[in-house]
């Protein structure tokens, strides 16, 4: 069992930047991978970017590679998205999410955990 809580969602500006946050408790032991996505109205679930916990490697879907960067505190089992110059497209639900099975890519990871999600508005 893993739980996730994310948490630093708000409004902010075109340009803006914003860094959301994914605490991780339980069974983290268990989590090889963590990956951040986001809802948008109309829209179906679009994945943003993953890490390995123990490692540390990343992976970047292209529409966010540049702008977006995510990171992970081990000691505070705490995984970050740090989002900059945000588009008004960006508003959405982000979600943060685990695996507790091992992928040798991370592009092909499946998670089976989900946080509750955040919302991010980019106002024009």
């Known amino acids: 069992q893993v739980q996730l809580v994310e948490s630093g969602g708000g409004l902010v500006q075109a340009g803006g930047s914003l860094r959301l946050s994914c605490a991780a408790s339980g069974r983290t032991f268990s989590s090889y991978a963590l990956g951040w996505f986001r809802q948008a109205p109309g829209k179906e679930r679009e994945f943003l970017a993953a890490?390995?916990?123990?490692?540390?490697?990343?992976y970047y879907a292209d529409s966010v590679k540049g702008r977006f960067t995510i990171s992970r505190d081990n000691a505070k089992n705490t995984v970050y998205l740090q989002m900059n110059s945000l588009k008004p497209e960006d508003t959405a639900v982000y979600y943060c999410?685990?695996?507790?099975?091992?992928?040798?890519?991370?592009?092909?990871?499946?998670?089976?955990?989900w946080g509750q999600g955040t919302q991010v508005t980019v106002s024009s």
């Open positions: 999410a685990a695996s507790t099975s091992y992928y040798p890519s991370l592009a092909r990871v499946k998670y089976d955990y």
């Open positions: 890490i390995r916990w123990n490692v540390g490697s990343t």
